[in-house]
């Protein structure tokens, strides 16, 4: 899997404002937004230990946070969020407004619901505010984890979200999303 480093496809940018005008939100944490439908589902779905948790904190960001565990076959634990299925055929790459631990994430998305396989892209985060892009079209194909011979992310429609930490190894996590956008 590639991840994307600086001088690639993730841009460190002096951001701020909200989403730019030619842009569309998919979700603007405040402390009034709370966590809305957004839930986390951890290995546990198939007996592992690990644990995430996710709430927003007094400065209005998402937390996604916990500790990964490899006991049980397990490792990964992620955040998810569902919603109607949207055209984002106008659209060419996925932007996060982040602050993350040094740690590297995958971004999850689905082209339907309840989708046979998902796409995704890893990044790394460099413990800062940082605004991320990820090009729509470098989203590889995959389900449960194996990488499948299939066409990347076709950029038609969206209907699901999600951000996962899966490295291989035990470790403690955190994650605060501001903001998630296209453009």
Known sequence: MKIYWIKAAICILVFSGG????ARALYDFTTDSGTGDWSVE????MGGLSRGTFRVNDEGHG????DVSLD???GFSSV???????DVSMFSTLCLRIKGDGKAYRFL??????????YEIEFPTSGTWETVELPLADFIPVRRGDRLDQPNFPGSTLAQIRLMIANGVA?????E???IWLK
């Open 19 to 22: 989403v730019p005008a030619e």
């Open 42 to 45: 951890d290995d546990g779905v």
């Open 63 to 66: 937390v996604f946070a916990g």
């Open 72 to 74: 049980n076959n397990g």
């Open 80 to 86: 998810q969020w569902y919603f109607d299925p949207m």
């Open 109 to 118: 998305i689905e082209a339907e619901p309840q989708a046979w396989h998902y």
């Open 171 to 175: 470790e403690s996590f955190r994650l």
């Open 177 to 179: 999303i501001d903001r």
